[in-house]
């Protein structure tokens, strides 16, 4: 399923899977930091989904544009936003075709394992160097995505199970030869008779080298990497994510 197709038909589960409520006001928080700290006022949250970090950056009173390629995780986002209150630019547009944006902001965030939807490394030259492109001089770019070294080194499969009380959700990875097959498995509970549903995507598994090496190629510093946006310190063989954090020089 091409990635756009996989996230338009997962929009309508998407919070209750990934607890969009419970996790608004702790991201919210973790995000403060990063504004204070980098005196952010304006910043474009790449890859959105339906909304849950920009509108913790918009109601933190941060001038906030979200984009996504889904336009139905995009149409969530906007019910979302209106629901608590804030208003946000929305774009319609892949994490590739930000380069074409004449904009330039404090920060650009690219949260919650999104990255690895960019497949291969010509595409994510073009990726951060859009990104690279729309930041003002001494800039942040925010990536956050899993610990693909872990993952690879163990073969970790199961990426997550959770349920919301109606819905079981199964996530997990097939091992191809470069990429990861992505796929969820969702168990409806509440409906007469029990009906599962498969769906799957593509992902590139980014290590942290690969990463680096990419970052300081379209222009960035040597970035910071850590565990969390907490900066707890990162570790290969047991931080959950990564976090890498990058400057455009001034």
Known sequence: MQEVDFYNQLAESYDAMTRFDERLGRERDLLKFWVE????????DAACGTGLHAIALASLGIKTTASDASAAMLEQARRNAQQHGVAIDWLHLRLQDHGQLEKNVDAVLCLGNSLPHVLNAEELQVTLQGFHGLLHPGGQL???LLNYDRILARRERVVGINSDGRRDY?????FLDTLLRFTIVTID?????????????????????ELEKALIDAGFSAPAMYADLNQTPWSSETSR???CAAAKPE
């Not at 700290?37 to 474009?44: I, N, R, S």
């Not at 199964?170 to 097939?174: A, D, H, I, P, V």
């Not at 008779?193 to 080298?209: A, D, F, N, V």
């Open 241 to 243: 994510d990564l976090v």
């Open 37 to 44: 700290a980098g005196c952010w006022q304006t910043v474009l």
């Open 189 to 209: 509970r509440g409906l007469e008779k029990l009906q599962t549903t498969l769906q799957e995507t593509l992902l590139y598994p980014y290590t942290r080298t």
């Open 170 to 174: 199964l996530r997990y990875y097939t």
């Open 142 to 144: 925010i990536i956050q």
